[in-house]
């Protein structure tokens, strides 16, 4: 039973400041000057993708905003104007979500027939929108003449994980944030501090590896380190989250890439059979590989054209073997033209191997007009090879 007072871990640990945003150090830093320059614009959108901290810092702006003495970005969070906002009571921080009430008028009713009111007690009336994109086309259309000129009391905040989705002439009155995917170090980070806080023992690798799951986004990473606490109470340990996941471990995953690199037909099948006999996910061991993969690509760009990244994690005897740029690329070009058939479910595990051979296939080949490249600068650099039959070159010293 859950006691009246439990949080899930992803709400108790929702950031109350622009210094506990993690990993967006690009919004906050701008938003944050845009505060102390007194440059506060009057429509401002959050773009990014889910769980990545878009409505929490759409509410630590408005607490900047509406904080007493302010707009400052040093609020203090116990200020009762910054939690009456965190609270969402705040009269005048209006949350609207769009996905909910997408017909116009929702939008007449909580927005448009009320931004000409003064604030009830803050200094702005502040609307945050999220989800916006799901707003009905005339639901934008009534919004556009106030998002141009709004009373000066007015701020909007826009959040949305799907801003194609947006009319142009909306996206062109607001300006503008990115906020990305979190990186999986912050991630460990910011989990290690909750799990010292909360008094869990959890392994670097579990972290490692709940991050991996989490695809850079904070919230889900949360949720799943909470499921974990609950399947496992106060010791979290890799295997434990392998288990419940269905993951592969990270050196199971770098051994299979090794096998790839090294063209290990024998190897990659015998992998494959030991984590289809384990019940292990498929379809997120292929997203596992196609990661490692792409780190060594972009080793192999970085270093001027190889990388030995791969064969280096072979686990095999020898020494690692390198692998081109083109290599890699068209072995990673194997792995995500086979995704379709192996997230289709039917004969996964057949359809996994075949996509990882042919992904081999495909990155050990050579391309046609590479080939013709270097035949070309063969040629170039030894004339005798273009006059053959002549030999008079040779002859000359
Ligand atoms: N950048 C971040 N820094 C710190 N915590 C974060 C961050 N992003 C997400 N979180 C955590 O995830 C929870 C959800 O974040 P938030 O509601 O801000 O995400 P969102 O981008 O609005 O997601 P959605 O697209 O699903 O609405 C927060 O309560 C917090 O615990
Ligand atoms: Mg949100």
Redesign the pocket.
Known sequence: MSSPGYQVIARKWRPQTFDDVVGQDHVVRTLKNAIARGRIAHAYLLVGPRGTG??STARIFAKALNCTGGPKADFDVNDPACRSIADGTHLDVIEFDAASNTQVDKIREAILDSVAYAPASAKFKIYII?EVHMLSPGSFNALLKTLEEPPPHVKFVF?TTDPQKMPLTVISRCQRFDLKPIPAELIVDRLKKIAQAEKIKVTDAALACIARMADGGLRDAQSIFDQMISFCGNEIAEPDVLDVYGLVAAEKVAELAGALAAGDHRKIVAIVDDCDANGRDLVRLLADLQALVRTALLDAIAKGGRSELLGASAGSTGSPQAMTTEQITRLLDGLREGEGSVKLGLAEKINFEVTLLKAVEASRSRAIDSLIKELAALADESPAVTAAGDGSEKKKD
């Open positions: 878009k409505t999220d959040a």
